[in-house]
């Protein structure tokens, strides 16, 4: 069965520090990946994705993720994180044939930034 | 609307009661998904409409809930004789059919009292 995981409950890091995310995703096939943000009171808001092709994508607000088949893992990372970073972070697999997919998310990252 | 919206954002119910959530979808999107977010858990999938296809109700914790979708368009998530496990946000979200071009709605938030 597909599944993500997301080994990090809470990260803390300090403004301006690098972050990475970790994300293991579960799933035969070829994968389709994205990383989700949700702020405090806001909807869910796509970070960047992965198809195929260049295995390092870049996504907004300064993230980028590498998708490594071998470990089964598709990475979120930042050079220097901002507090407006500060949030939780959801990885996800869609699961599907035929162009219909669902999507099977991780249970979320919280991240704290300090000042 | 330029987004996915949901109504009610909040509902206050008490144990036994039913209650309906409302879905409107992005005009032209083909696929809407229904997610529940329980405090400290993921997104738990609920249920996918695409198309004219026959839903992928898999996600569906008990025969309590179930969902429609009018006319390829707005949908509702209905939960009847609501239970205390039940309150979550529920979110919805649209798509054009193409994988990753996901939007989600601000949720509706429900607690069963």
């Known amino acids: 069965a597909q599944s993500v995981t997301q080994p990090d409950i809470h990260i803390t890091v300090s403004e301006g520090a690098s972050l990475e995310l970790r994300c293991n995703y579960s799933?035969?096939?070829?994968?389709?990946l994205f990383w989700y943000v949700q702020s405090p009171g806001q909807g869910l808001q796509l970070l960047l994705k992965y198809f195929s092709g260049d295995t390092l994508v870049q996504g907004i607000k300064g993230f980028e993720a590498e998708f490594k088949r071998s470990q089964s893992s598709f990475n979120l990372r930042k050079p220097s994180v901002h507090w407006s970073d500060a949030a939780e972070y959801f990885c996800?697999?869609?699961?599907?044939?035929?162009?219909?997919?669902?999507?099977?998310f991780g249970t979320g990252t919280r991240l704290k930034v300090l000042a | 609307g330029a987004g996915v919206s949901q109504s009610p954002s909040n509902k206050v119910t008490e144990k036994g009661k039913d209650v309906e959530l409302r879905c409107d979808p992005i005009s032209g999107h083909t696929a809407l998904y229904w997610y529940r977010q329980s405090l400290g858990q993921g997104l738990e999938f609920l249920i996918y409409?695409?198309?004219?296809?026959?839903?992928?109700k898999s996600g569906l914790p008990s025969d309590r809930f179930s969902a429609e979708r009018t006319g390829g368009s707005v949908s509702t998530l209905t939960i009847q004789r609501t239970q205390q496990e039940d309150s979550a946000v529920y979110l919805c979200?649209?798509?054009?059919?193409?994988?990753?071009?996901?939007?989600f709605g601000p949720g509706t938030r429900l607690t069963v009292l």
């Open positions: 979200a649209s798509s054009p059919g193409l994988a990753g071009e996901t939007f």
């Open positions: 409409f695409q198309g004219n296809s026959a839903p992928d």
């Open positions: 799933y035969g096939a070829t994968p389709y």
């Open positions: 996800a697999v869609a699961a599907g044939t035929s162009g219909t997919y669902k999507y099977i």
